[in-house]
């Protein structure tokens, strides 16, 4: 298993651009989410999926788009990218939603904007 | 916002000594689960530990959990160079499988 896969690794973007961050599992899971980390802030759920066709909002949705068409597949859309938005995101993926597995991270993503 | 607080901030020690990383969190809590990062990496499960259980072990990791005081700690005994990496604690308050960071503990082991 290729467990789960992050595209693309490094990423500059400028301000007003928009993009989308690929994120895949094959492990047949239920949950995915996405994360942002900034230093010295730990980790932040930006939105989250219990299965295809459900997502949620996390703690910092805003600016932020995703959608779950299928199991496998969470991109991330950044709608209009703002240098606030500069972090490395992070997708992860869990079993169950219903009873809390350990989570499994992508490589993340480094995003700059300028 | 930050459920977990690590503490310390960052630690150095030499090979072979134990560390021992704490975490405080605010509200109750279905279980509570420890990660690893190495530098520019992807987060790592170490352990998790359910709100019933006091304490747990794997190879040379110990958790504990004391809910009463709200707080846990994570012990690697005979730490090695390659456990160098940053460690967070994460929260589960029961909200369909969400889990809540806080900022980690920045572990040096010096060889």
């Known amino acids: 298993n290729a467990g789960v896969t992050q595209t693309p690794k490094f990423q500059v973007l400028k301000t007003g651009q928009s993009m989308t961050l690929q994120c895949a599992q094959d492990?047949?899971?239920?949950?995915m989410s996405w994360y942002r980390q900034d230093p010295g802030m730990g980790l932040r759920l930006i939105h989250y999926s219990v299965g295809a066709g459900i997502t949620d909002q996390g703690e910092v949705p805003n600016g932020y788009n995703v959608s779950r068409s299928t199991t496998e597949d969470f991109p991330l859309r950044l709608l209009s990218a703002a240098p606030s938005q500069t972090s490395v995101y992070f997708c992860?993926?869990?079993?169950?939603?219903?009873?809390?597995?350990?989570?499994?991270f992508g490589p993340g993503t480094r995003l700059t904007v300028t | 916002s930050q459920q977990g607080e690590e503490d310390p901030q960052a630690l150095s020690i030499q090979e072979g000594e134990n560390a021992t990383m704490n975490c405080s969190y605010k509200?109750?809590?279905?279980?509570l689960q420890w990660y690893r990062q190495n530098s520019g990496r992807g987060l790592v499960h170490l352990i998790l530990?359910?709100?019933?259980?006091r304490e747990k072990h794997s190879g040379r990791l110990r958790v504990t959990l004391d809910t009463s005081k709200k707080s846990s700690s994570l012990l690697i005994t005979a730490s090695r160079a390659a456990d160098t990496a940053s460690y967070f604690c994460?929260?589960?308050?029961?909200?369909?499988?969400?889990?809540?960071f806080g900022k980690g503990t920045k572990l040096s082991v010096k060889p």
């Open positions: 509200t109750s809590i279905n279980n």
């Open positions: 492990m047949n899971h239920e949950y």
């Open positions: 994460a929260t589960n308050g029961g909200s369909q499988g969400n889990l809540i």
């Open positions: 992860a993926s869990s079993y169950s939603w219903d009873k809390v597995y350990e989570q499994y």
């Open positions: 530990i359910r709100s019933n259980e």
